[in-house]
RNA sequence: GCCAUUGUAGCUCAGUCGGCAGAGCACACCCUUGGUAAGGGUGAGGUCACGGGUUCGAAUCCCGUCAAUGGCUCCA
């Protein structure tokens, strides 16, 4: 199997401290695999990706693309213009808005420019020399300035020390400040297997920083072979067919009404009846493992949130309070400070501990309008939350039957591609509260049940919630976008604010620990991330409508009427389709839907007690007695099998 | 929120130069009663996202609003 590692330099969400990479393999097969599945090799691929020739190609195929832009725009400013995963990009401040004519040049004079044959050399310049050279560019003098002065490098990436030389690198007419390295000569790039218009300009800000310039963004690709790039843009169109807005849309799963409002999803019959399948799922277990059910309301005072600290910290991403006389009210935007106020409604004892409070909790947070997607990014959404009280001697133990729980969800339901994050305070940043001992033992614990439970995990700082560290399993959606679902926080902070208490053998009060916990994340980005992990093909027991019956005349309807009848009597999802279409084309129509079983019933099946069984995957497996059928589907739906049969 | 693109029937889309609003699928009705991936016919369905402007005349050109898409930023 030929891998093709792929880095990601993902920046952190503040100021961008460093970089980490992630990465998925193609098989040559086209074959997705997964992110974590393959870490060893990954990690290890990483600096190979950084070391080989494609990573060459790439950043020199995005300076053979700045040099075809500064000839379309020669009054262009140049910013970066890094590899990334799957291709690079070069960032540019220009005068005008950029036209698929403009790009459809500039591609056709890339590949003018590379069979040209420029030779790439590099040269070390002082910084005095690079200043004047760049003249006039204000960014890469900016750059230069941030080199000297040991901020960030070229890239953007933050460095330990000023550069201890500027380098540029040239090919042809056009000059970059630039580390490479950088292929011999340009004919190293194969010009058929480039392409900046599979791809939109997009707008980047200067630095990442939102303050700042807003620069136009050029992605491009480049590959080996004209044949990786066709598979490539390939890839691309068949992830379009998985994305679960166009799945949801096609199978009746959900909608979103502007009328309602953005960011709102409105689940219809079939999308609401895996929802709730889901969530009866998840209940039973969590009642087996010694949860307790709340139920709290969709609304919360202000004071609630200013006094659990919410409030300050992200006023700005909720719906706005409600005034109703005197008093303000918040859409609440997390269920934990209602259920902490449950907690303390009732004097504790060590012996009541841990209390663990679960609640399917509807949230709201006006999330810029930018960013919400399908199911994904949503404004309204339930949290699969539970709240954990615990003593000081069980957060370990209780943290990691809370991961045990996530993993078995995840294994269920063959979620076998995600990493799981333990994200920690950034030391730098004022953003945290709460007594950095408590953050540090918390940090240990979480990392210690990692290593206990033997899970793959990457430490970012940063990524913690504001009170305390969590863990986050993460996924990938099929644009390659990630996404947190699954999510463990430890937290000292809420019990502090609310003065929460429970009286310890020795008759003291200490505060007990919060684990803040929700498996799924939210219901509606779980079920999108769902969506496309099946590309709609369901576990039987999740599927909408689990088997259709398709008689293959009108005088085979009443029968098919009975058949279904004794499906429902065992609980399975049934429909008789009584269209007037022909049974052919009805085959087709359900297999289209990804209907686990289609059942034809015609003269021999009513004579013998029959259904004849066809799979979604197009498997016949002939005529089966009834009986047979429905306890060979009941027992797959029983276990939540992933097969068919 | 920012940059760019897009918005035509329930869905996917065509509509040339500013001159009568189109197709396929889905839906309704009729014929076909069929054994494993689309049988045939007829019909209904539109404030061309919304508001304004230019013009004899606007789906088409201009401005604004709303929404979606890609990216950036953000994400309890």
Redesign the pocket.
Known sequence: MALYPSPCPL?T??GGKKRLFILSLCAEDGQEMGVNQHTERIMSNADDYKNSQLYRVRHSTAHVMAQAMLERFPEALIAIGPPIEDGFYYDFDLPR?V?DEDLQWVENRMREIIREGHDFSEKEVTPDEARAFFAGQKYKIELINDLVAGRVDDMGNEIAQPASKITFWTQATFTDLCRGPHVKNTREINPDAVSITF???????WR?D?NRE?L??IYGTAWETAEQLEEYLHLLEEAKRRDH?VIG?KLGLFT?S?LVG??LPLWKPYGAMMRDTLERWLRQTQLDNGYLPVVTPHIGKLDLYKTSG?YPY?KD??YAPIQVDEEEFLLK??NCPHHVMIYKSEMRSYRDLPLRLAEFGTVY?Y????????LT?VRGFTVDDAHLFVTPGQLLDEFKDVVRLIQMIFNSLGLTDFRARVGTRDPESEKYVGDPAQWEQATQAIIQACEDLGLRYTVEAGEA??YGPKLDFMVRDV?K?EWQLGTVQVDYNLPERFELEYVAEDNSRPRPIMIHRAPFGSLERFMGILIEHFAGAFPVWLAPVQAVIIP????HVEPAEAVAAQLRARGLRVEVDK???????K??EH?DRQVPY?L?L????VENGTV?V?LRT?E?L??LPLADFIEMAASLVESHSLELR
């Open positions: 920046r969400r503040r808005p036209t791809k939109p300009p997009a707008g980047a800000y990442g939102e807003q136009t963004r807005r849309e979103i502007p953005k960011g919410h992200y991403s909720q935007p997390m947070r999330e810029q309008s930018g960013e919400l997607t399908g990014r919630a504001f644009l976008r293959i005349a009108d005088r269209g007037k279409s022909r049974m052919q084309a085959i087709r297999r289609m034809i015609g003269d021999r099946d004849s066809r197009d016949d002939g005529a």
